[in-house]
């Protein structure tokens, strides 16, 4: 009976159990392992998951708003293309290294570059000597373009002479121009046509144009040559500007055309010039079709029409601050260096030009404190003494040594500042030309000479001292080809201690921390 009690309290147990138990499974009793500690380990593992989840989801949000950042500043490098690039650069592979070396795309050179030369057979002769003191055939290409065949095409250091197409479908009905021009409006898309290989600009210029090929490569750097540009610069004539417009690159002072853009240009323009029979030149045509395209015209004060007679001297002392990089019209002005023919003024300007062509022409204004004067160095070119103090405000604007190309405006036509040449006696220029200037390898110094031009001056009265004594002034200039890489400022200048008698010594360079261009005055 015991037995038999002992198994139904046993039952009993049992079934009380699994009444207790949730799952219906009887409890573990004494002595069991408790089934607890599963559920513990699958707590723990969620809470790891789900930490793991979280650190991870944060850590992407902040790289995506990094990379983000990093995006809208032009000026930082990208984070995320650093990583990628990092990442590319080093490939491990069988235990050994393989580089992959990223090059940087090659800077704009001349060699990039294609000129279109317009010329004509009738004054082909005289001109082609101004494209030979530019054009060098071992590292430029160009081409000159003739209305027709002339009797002697050698070489000669020149570009070779193609004939341009014949225009006569074309409509032209501008009673006092040429149609001439329609020809030579259609010189960069001839020159495209010719399928030269790695180019990257066209530039356009007359046979009377002078580029300053160093600057000219050194402004197009500045542009993207993959994308539409078209450049070049005004007349200085406001008259002639109204005439045609202030949006267009005048052709003699030469005017660059990104490849991409003369691809464009060709593809539309014999259409655009049937458009315009009325026009009068080949820039006002080639402007209309920019129109049409959609491109303005970038500004750069580098190139010069000089449209203007007589003596350019006023134009070329006072140099915006900007580089030289053509000059035109040199059959109608005066030779820039007086008692030399043309040709040899501008042959003297290029021996400084091959020294430091970034500095060529570029203003510097300083004063001599002791004898109360005003000193103007344009490098390469001349400086002038002044008695007295000119502010630079002054100083920096063109003297009006020349004639508008409408010889009966007044000053009013030009299209920018002028200042009027002074009627003092006392206040007259003494004006010192090149004469001749070196280099200094071992100093890396330029060491140009500019000889007193001997003129009669009128009488002065003032109690100071006179710069008819000088009889040269020696300037000393280390050549500086990064000098457009910077913002623009001009050069100062400083007027040193010479121990020569009639001799000024002057230094040009940088402008030292907190050196400015002024003379003391008292309050």
């Keep these: 009976m015991k037995g038999t009690q002992n198994n139904k309290d046993s039952g009993e147990k049992v079934i009380w159990d699994q009444m ?54 032009p000026f930082s490098t990208p984070r995320h293309l650093a990583t990628t690039s990092a990442l590319l650069t080093t490939n491990v592979t069988d235990d050994r290294t393989v580089q992959i070396v990223h090059r940087e795309p090659e800077q704009t050179s001349v060699k990039h570059i294609v000129f279109g030369i317009a010329a004509s057979a009738k004054l082909w002769s005289q001109r082609k000597n101004y494209i030979k003191l530019w054009y060098k055939p071992d590292t430029m290409r160009g081409i000159v373009w003739l209305d027709r065949a002339v009797a002697n095409q050698t070489r000669e250091g020149l570009p070779p002479i193609k004939i341009s197409g014949d225009t006569s479908e074309f409509g032209y009905s501008n009673k ?23 180019v990257r600009w066209f530039v356009m210029g007359d046979d009377d144009t002078v580029f300053i090929t160093d600057n000219l490569v050194r402004v197009l750097r500045k542009y993207d040559h993959t994308q539409y540009y078209y450049i070049g610069s005004l007349s200085e004539s406001h008259l002639q500007n109204i005439f045609f417009s202030y949006g267009m690159a005048y052709g003699g002072g030469g005017f660059a055309i990104s490849y991409p853009l003369a691809k464009a240009l060709s593809k539309m323009q014999d259409r655009c010039i049937q458009r315009y029979p009325g026009l009068y030149g080949s820039d006002d045509r080639m402007q209309a079709c920019m129109a049409e395209l959609g491109v303005p015209l970038t500004k750069e004060l580098g190139f010069h029409q000089y449209d203007v007679y007589g003596n350019l001297f006023g134009l070329l002392a006072a140099h915006p601050v900007a580089p030289l990089v053509t000059m035109h019209h040199l059959d109608v002005v005066e030779p820039i260096f007086p008692n030399v023919t043309r040709v040899q003024a501008l042959q003297r300007l290029m021996v400084p030009v091959k020294l430091d062509s970034a500095g060529i022409m570029q203003q510097s204004i300083c004063y001599d404190k002791s004898r109360s004067w005003t000193i103007s160095v344009s490098w390469g070119f001349a400086v002038q003494i002044f008695r007295g103090v000119f502010s630079p405000r002054e100083m920096e604007m063109p003297s009006r040594t020349f004639l508008n190309w409408y010889r009966r405006a007044d000053y009013t036509a030009y299209a920018f500042n002028t200042r009027p040449v002074s009627r003092n006696p006392c206040q007259k220029p003494f004006v010192f030309y090149l004469s001749k200037v ?42 500086d080809p990064q000098l457009w890489n910077r913002s623009p400022r001009r050069n100062c200048c400083r007027v040193r201690n010479s121990k020569k008698k009639g001799t000024m010594v002057i230094d040009v360079g940088l402008c030292n921390e907190g050196e400015i261009s002024e003379i003391a005055t008292t309050i």
């Design 176 to 198: 006092q121009g040429h149609r001439s021009a329609i020809r030579i409006s259609r010189i960069v898309s001839e020159t495209l046509r010719l399928g030269l290989k790695d």
């Design 20 to 73: 207790r138990s949730s799952t219906g499974n009887p409890l573990p009793g004494p002595g069991s392992q408790s089934p607890r500690a599963t559920p513990k380990l699958l707590v723990w593992l969620i809470l790891f998951v789900s930490v793991t989840y979280i650190v991870y989801t944060l850590k992407l949000v902040s790289n995506s708003r990094a990379a983000c950042s990093d995006l809208d500043d």
């Design 438 to 479: 070196k280099f200094n390898s071992t100093m890396n110094t330029t060491f140009s000479e500019y000889v007193q031009h001997r003129v009669p001056h009128p009488l002065c009265k003032w109690k100071m001292a006179d710069p008819a004594a000088f009889e040269k002034v020696e300037v000393y200039k280390k050549p």
